[in-house]
């Protein structure tokens, strides 16, 4: 068996959980020329009616999937690929990352105040071996948030790229009344969960 996998994420969270655990790795990422066929945006796309439970796991699915066959194109050795999937649900409503700073301040707005859920699905697969996947689900509560903190969040660019617009481990963490839950897992990559995929791939941990 390998002594290492392969992380399919750009998520420098991600990279540092791992590190945590004490995971020997190598990033698997599409390449930044574009020339293999890989569209992200049609991978996160929601499905009509989809509920954020269903949509995060198969975002994370089609990501191990579009990972294995970076792989093999590539002609890497065999090595458990793992991937994850982190997304905000208000209620049904998928929260995912903004488009720009204005769809961030609204993302916000809605937060502010509320309870809301994060989710995080994992999945791994070793060649030849079957795919083991788990689900983390955390409760988060902002405090309100005035007109002028969101846009003085907003403006440090710490939103951008991140599922419901705000980093739990950056300067959002001031306006965060409560969580119950995985508070890694709410960072990108839930270390209980992940650390029972690996167990169970072999790894000893």
Do not use: W
């Not at 945590?20 to 698997?28: S, T």
């Not at 066929?37 to 009509?48: C, Q, R, S, T, Y």
């Amino acid at each position: 068996m390998a002594d290492f996998i392969y992380l399919a994420s750009q998520s420098p969270r991600r990279r540092q959980l791992l590190e945590q655990l004490g995971v020997r790795h190598e990033l698997l990422l599409p390449n930044a020329r574009g020339d293999e066929p890989e569209d992200a945006e049609a991978i996160e796309a929601v499905l009509p009616g989809e509920s954020p439970d269903a949509y995060v796991q198969r975002v994370t699915g089609l990501k191990l999937d579009a990972a294995i066959a970076r792989r093999a194109r590539r002609g890497l050795p065999d090595a458990p690929i793992l991937c994850s999937d982190t997304t905000v649900a208000l209620g049904a409503d998928i929260l995912g990352k903004p488009d720009d700073a204005q769809d961030a301040a609204r993302m916000l707005a809605r937060l502010a105040g509320r309870e809301h859920r994060v989710l995080t699905a994992v999945a791994l697969q070793a060649a030849g071996g079957p795919r083991r996947a788990a689900l983390s689900v955390s409760q988060v509560r902002f405090a309100p948030m005035t007109a002028a903190q969101i846009d003085a969040y907003v403006a440090t660019g710490e939103p951008m790229g991140k599922a419901g617009a705000y980093g739990i481990q950056g300067r959002a963490a001031a306006h965060v009344e409560h969580l119950a839950g995985s508070y890694s897992g709410i960072m990108g990559l839930p270390m209980f969960e992940t650390a029972q995929l690996l167990r169970q791939a072999g790894f000893a941990l």
